[in-house]
């Protein structure tokens, strides 16, 4: 599966009702409860990351990834989007593209 191919179930849900669809009733919460949920994903996953237990962490990366596209959602931000940013920085060094974000008001 590509991150295109779950945006595009996670549009599909988006429209389901709140009643047979998880993905739904996140969102209908509004984007600071998304916010909120993908988090609490990444804080798990990052607990698993420390500890070390490669099961476990496969399926919070999932969980992350999966509320990440959730949140872009909520704020109306595409994968494309995403690709497209992370495109424009392959022009530059990783620590060339960092000092630019620190010297931005």
């Known amino acids: 599966m590509t991150l295109e191919e779950l945006e595009r179930i996670i ?10 669809s998880w993905t739904a009733e996140l969102l209908a919460k509004g ?3 998304v ?12 607990i698993e990351a420390v500890r ?9 990366a999932a969980d992350v990834f999966f509320h990440l596209l959730v949140m872009l959602r909520s704020r109306d931000i595409s994968v494309a989007d995403v690709m497209t ?3 424009a ?4 060094s990783g ?10 008001s």
Request: glycine share 4%; with cysteine.
């Open 11 to 20: 549009a599909a849900r988006a429209l389901a009702s709140i009643e047979d």
């Open 85 to 87: 940013e992370l495109e």
């Open 31 to 33: 984007p600071e409860k």
């Open 35 to 46: 916010a909120e949920k993908f988090g609490e994903e990444a804080i798990e996953c990052l």
């Open 52 to 60: 070390g237990d490669r099961e476990k962490l496969t399926s919070e």
């Open 95 to 104: 620590l060339a593209e960092k000092a630019t974000r620190n010297t931005k």
């Open 89 to 92: 920085r392959q022009a530059q």
